[in-house]
């Protein structure tokens, strides 16, 4: 995933950018708010107010990003989570132990995904290159499975579907070993 395509996406309103960051950093959103003291309800407001910050920031003319894309939405929502903690008074902190914490918790956070990362290349180095090319069109370039249908010269959604299940399936199984 590229974080400066991800924020161009953004600047544009593509759509496929809002799902790039559903998937890959809400989980650890979800996590952080569940952890101190919310629920998952809270965590949906506050990735959508995380959502609406990131948005106002990268349409500005000197936006630059100095960190991962997951680090800074990840400082976004920690201090709106805060905040909220403070208003409703759930919460007394030391401010730089708490952003030491945080700081510490992103970077693991960011390892974390990375080791993730690295496994699922490997794992993608394994398989066929006509199961590269389909997977990666699928889950990494959002493409529509009409247009990848078209593109491969598959007949029907049958066919295509069926594709897709055993390039999965030679990635698990390649996991497995």
């Known amino acids: 995933m590229n974080d400066q395509k991800t924020i161009a996406d953004l600047k544009i309103r593509n759509e496929s950018a809002y799902k790039v960051l559903y998937q890959f950093y809400f989980p650890v959103v979800e996590r ?3 952890k101190n003291s919310g629920t998952k309800d809270d965590a949906k407001d506050i990735f959508q107010e995380s959502l609406l910050v990131l948005m106002e920031k990268v349409n500005k003319a000197d936006f630059q990003l100095t960190s991962s894309l997951k680090t800074y939405l990840f400082a976004i ?6 905040k909220k903690l403070r ?5 007394f902190v030391n401010e730089g132990t708490y952003a030491q914490d945080w700081e510490m918790t992103a970077e693991s956070i960011d390892n974390e995904q990375d080791k993730k990362e690295e496994q699922i290349q490997s794992l993608f180095k394994k398989i ?7 997977l990666q069109a699928i889950f990494y370039l959002n493409e529509p499975m009409q247009n990848l249908m078209q ?6 959604k049958h066919t295509a579907d069926n594709q897709k299940y055993k390039c999965i399936q030679q990635m698990k199984n390649n996991a497995e070993k």
Do not use: D, H, P, S
């Open 32 to 34: 952080l708010v569940i």
């Open 77 to 82: 929502a920690q201090n709106l989570w805060l």
């Open 87 to 91: 208003e409703e008074k759930l919460v």
């Open 128 to 134: 066929t290159i006509r199961c590269q090319e389909i």
């Open 151 to 156: 593109k491969m010269g598959w007949k029907n």
